[in-house]
């Protein structure tokens, strides 16, 4: 995948611009005229041009080990079969900002709701030390062995993507259906909120605290989630990635943990409101400080 990342400092901060401007407006951007999105338009234009011009090399690019695909070649391939050619960059941006803009977040919360509950902290450095030693000098691998063992870890990014979960899910609506006597014509949009269903009582006890153990009653080996959590959608369109997106942010956790030494140095700050589309991202500044654990 040599060509499609890029490497050097430049590249990335191109990268880093164009992308922070689609995610910017990413919710206005199916709904108004691109002329009033400029900034986004031009970003949109950016990104499907460097999939274009890059998706013959992420196809021909396979695993040396065996001949494994990556997520994004096994979806260019079902696109290429179902559809055409010519909707394989759209497919492959809708890919890149729905992992990015969600997980990135994600492992960013996970951290700052750890850091910040000494406790939890402290039980999962020490999990983690009893699997993987107490100094964070070598290289390590994480195995689904190495994953049980830290059910903790697996427990808070799931609260956390309870707590972080996305203001609304859309729908539109294709043929006039009924709701409590009241008939919602075709053409509308019906919303579900899944951050203010989780912040239900009813459905969450003590809703607005951070409990990881509330995890223990999901039936997590049978890939199943608490009643009524609905952070990745529900039904034909739930998210695909939801899986691999707890993993990542497992993986990711536990390798920053095992190597540094991190503690908070601001407060855990507000979620902006920019977003109401996708996880929430920090209002303001949340400076983390870390050292080599040696
Ligand atoms: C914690 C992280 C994530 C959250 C909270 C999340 C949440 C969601 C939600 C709420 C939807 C809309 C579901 C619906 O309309 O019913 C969605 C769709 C989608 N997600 Fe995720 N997601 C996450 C990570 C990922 C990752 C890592 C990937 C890819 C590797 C991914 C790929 C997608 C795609 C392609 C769709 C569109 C599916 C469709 O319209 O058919 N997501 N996600």
Known sequence: MKYWFPTNKKK??????????????????SQ????????????KKWFLELFEKNIPDIKACKSAKNNSMTLLQATLDIVETET?????????????????????????????????????????????SSVFGK???????????????L?????????TIRLKAPGVITRKVVKPVEI???????????MLSPFWLHRNPKYFPEPELFKPERWKKAN????????????????????????????????????ILYK???????PLPKQSSLHLVGVPQPEGQCRIEYKQRI
């Open 32 to 43: 108004l005229p691109e002329c009033l999105l400029r900034n986004w338009s031009k970003s």
């Open 84 to 128: 055409s050619k010519e909707n394989s960059p759209n497919y492959g941006l809708l890919l890149l900002w729905a992992s990015l803009s969600n997980a990135v977040p994600i492992a960013f919360w996970t951290l700052a709701y750890v850091l910040s509950h000494p406790d939890i902290h402290k039980a999962i450095m020490e999990g983690i």
């Open 220 to 255: 997590l080996e049978k890939h199943s989630f608490l009643d009524c959590f609905m952070a990745f959608g529900s039904g034909k369109f739930q998210c695909p990635g939801r899986w691999f997106a707890l993993l990542e942010v497992q993986i990711c956790v536990i390798l």
């Open 151 to 159: 059910l903790l870890i697996k427990w808070c990014v799931l609260e």
């Open 12 to 29: 990335i901060k191109e990268f880093h611009q164009y992308f922070q401007a689609y995610d910017e407006d990413f919710e206005y951007g």
């Open 260 to 266: 540094y030494d991190c503690s908070l140095l601001d």
């Open 135 to 149: 100094a964070g000098k070598d290289k390590i691998k994480v195995s689904e062995d190495d994953l049980e063992k």
């Open 180 to 190: 409590l006597n009241y008939i919602i014509p075709s053409g509308d949009l019906l």
